[in-house]
């Protein structure tokens, strides 16, 4: 089972709420304790004036006979606190004021304390009430006890309260503290959310991305080495594109000397002999799979060494479908344009939109056994062209690496005489872009065998200049 970690953020806001908590509890703890003491304190100080009070003046009053009615009468003549229990318990005989404060509700060991001859107080409970008990043994009188029973529920109830007020502002305490918290972290987050950014954007391909180093001086350090690294990146990437394009440019002699000597001997191809004739034409495929290996890469590094501009102009995007299928010789392939796209106007440059056209009719060809159909239709503020071929189809798994460079998915293992060399698509995504579009490829809509290969590009409803 997989164990749930928090985010950076949402530890930061637990251990905040968590701090609260724990600084709540404590102040809390503190409150109650001192606030028990306080008012316990001074329960205590006004029940021994009223209490001794009493004992002196039972033991004044007490004759040393034990007559009920005098005992009685005595405890009658008491000052007595509202809800005050009192009992004189006279050689073990319990005397109450009202019968109900009995000497078995005495603790043992408040009782075994005042018989050894100490006053001695203890607080408990009687019929669940809180009390505290205050026992006084008579000076002159062996065995004579004054017993006084003082009821604490007011202090208790006082306590429940600062107890619920002390709980309700801890947890508010708490929410204030997670909200402290998440505001904290995002502050403190917000360098490497920029630097997360600053990632996405290089490996989206804005290689000139780079962070201020001078926006937070703790993290100066790390700025300045993600702008060193971005940097270095920007560097290689560049020196690798420069390299491929340079190399691309001097293979362009030999391969023009290499095409002009094939195109005489192709010339004397009817006098050679038949092992001659096919070396012939192995060599001339190779050659031609070779120009457009060394064309597709002096493309391609222009997109790399950002070089690559867009000499874009307004067009009728089915017009101009219509008419680079026909340069891609692809005459009997149906091309279905819905009524809605009809009119819809693009702004792009011909050569790279006719170039996207041409590789995916290619690509069709050579790994899905030729396309079947191209749909052209509006969606909102696009319009998309789709190329269906009849082919197995492309794997989930490979419907985004197969727009890598060289990857040929799996198609690309079944390698034939005529297979490309693996940059068509990878051309096909980097003109899209360029435009301001996107390309990928699915399953055929109607449930058929095949690939759906789809460009979408923006509609310009308001075009600046003449249609192309």
Known sequence: MKRLRLGLRSRITVAFAIGGLIITALLATITLTTTQQVLLGDRDELAEVLIFSNASRAQRLLTGENDPGAIANLLEGLNSAAGSRQLLSV??????????????????????????????????????EPVIIYGIPLQG????????????DEVENTLSTLRLVLLGGGLVVAALAALAGRAVATRALSPLRDVSNAAEAIASGRLDTRLDPEGDEDLESLLASFNEMAGGLEERIQRDARFASEVSH?????????????????????????RSQT??????????????LVEDLLEISRFDVGTASLQADPLLYAEFVRAAMAL??????EIVVEPDAE??????EKRRLARVVANLIDNAAKYGGGATRVHVSRTGESVMMAVEDNGPGVPVDERFVIFDRFSRGGAGGRRGYDTGVGLGLSLVAEHVNLHGGRVWVEDRLDGEPGARFVVELPIDDEPAGEFA
Do not use: C, W
């Open 343 to 348: 009119d819809v106007i693009v702004v792009a």
């Open 328 to 333: 891609a010789s692809a005459d009997d392939i």
């Open 250 to 274: 001097e293979l362009r002699s030999p391969l023009m000397t290499l095409t002009a000597s094939v195109e005489v001997l192709e010339n004397a191809k009817h006098e050679m002999p038949e």
């Open 141 to 152: 009188f062996d065995n004579v006890i004054y017993y006084e029973a003082l009821p604490l």
């Open 91 to 128: 050689d073990g005989a319990p005397f109450s004021r009202d019968g109900q404060f009995v000497l078995e509700q005495v603790p043992v060991a408040l009782r075994t304390r005042t018989l050894e001859g100490s006053a001695a107080r203890l607080r408990t409970s009687i019929d669940d």
């Open 279 to 292: 070396a012939l034409d192995l060599l001339s495929s190779d050659i031609t799979r070779f120009r457009t």
